[in-house]
């Protein structure tokens, strides 16, 4: 069974327009509403895939409640604690005529100390049950800098592996508990290491760094260019598959661990894994909500990978 961990739950509205102009008024082609954040896109893509799963995190108010019973709807098992306020919305504007996405992110409720505390006695539980636990995205106001740090030293001592993506002083803390996994892309890794990931051996001092600091595992996502997997001295390139149109790339990252992790779960070997994972993350890409993949489209993506 897969834990999803997302502290700070949203609901994710895209809207899909002819063409995103600053100060006019925009009519919308399409639009989605559905329960998100990072971790709840692993579980969506996960769930798809053929995972038990789990989401637990925090939820507020009217919003709090549609994203529990969005994931319920997805099959998905809601194990929220609920919280004061209201959880945020994450708006995305997908810009057709230029191909651009404008993303604004709101603020998330303020979780108090006994919120959290009432977190990990949770967490310990669902740990236990789980093979594996994912913690991603940003940390609610109220929740300490360092929460991942010690979520993930839970999970390890309740049997479970932790996996970690995460940005800014959320990565930084949350090397510190020696994650199984880890998976920061060009951006986050350049900000985490201080150099820019500009040739094949800075990102190989890239993996080589990022382990140094606690991973045991680097799942690197270079976006058009694919990924680098790395554990120990193995440093391997997974090219990505080329795509004739890309709808939204919101979520393609999360896809990405979705699929890695549901290989694992499968007994897959890590680049068998890391390749269900690219074909998720293609997937994801030609969907207009993020964490939303098609299973005919990975399948057919993961042959493109594999041939």
């Known amino acids: 069974m897969l834990v999803t961990v997302t502290l700070n739950a949203a609901i994710d509205k895209t809207y899909k327009l002819e063409r995103f102009r600053p100060g006019k008024l925009h ?7 559905l329960p998100g954040g990072k971790g709840i896109n692993v579980a969506r893509v996960a769930r798809t895939l053929g995972a038990d799963v789990i989401a637990t995190g925090f939820i507020a ?3 709090g409640r549609f994203i529990a019973e969005g994931c319920a709807k997805a099959g998905i098992t809601p194990a929220f604690v609920e919280t004061e306020g209201e959880s945020r919305c994450c708006h995305t504007l997908l810009d057709e005529e230029s191909g651009e996405v404008t993303e604004v992110l709101e603020q998330g409720p303020v979780v108090t100390e006994e919120g959290f505390a009432q ?3 949770k967490l310990k539980l669902l740990a236990s049950q789980a093979r594996m636990v994912t913690f991603s995205g940003s940390l609610c106001a109220g929740v300490p800098a360092d929460a991942y740090q010690h979520l993930i030293e839970q999970v390890r001592q309740s049997g479970a592996l932790p996996v970690l993506d995460a940005s800014g002083p959320a990565l930084v803390h949350g090397l510190k ?8 892309n060009r951006e986050e890794a350049e900000a985490l290491l201080g150099y820019a990931l500009s040739s094949e051996e800075a990102i190989i001092a890239a993996l080589r760094d990022i382990q140094a ?5 680097v799942l690197l996502s270079l976006g058009a260019d694919g990924a680098w997997f790395s554990e120990g001295d193995e440093h391997v390139h ?3 598959t080329a795509l004739e149109q890309v709808v939204n790339p919101v979520g393609c990252g999360d896809a990405l661990l979705a699929g890695t992790a549901c290989g694992k779960l499968k007994g ?3 680049r068998a894994a890391a390749q269900l ?17 098609d299973i005919d489209t990975v399948a057919r993506l993961l042959k493109q990978l594999q041939s």
């Open 27 to 33: 009519r919308t082609k399409e639009q989605l509403s």
């Open 61 to 63: 108010g009217y919003n």
């Open 119 to 121: 977190l990990q006695s």
């Open 177 to 184: 508990g020696k994650p199984h996994l880890v998976k920061p």
């Open 213 to 217: 600091l606690g991973a045991e595992r």
């Open 238 to 240: 997974l090219p990505g």
């Open 268 to 270: 897959m070997e890590w």
């Open 277 to 293: 994972g690219m074909a998720s993350a293609a997937a994801n890409a030609l969907s207009v909500g993020a964490g939303i993949v």
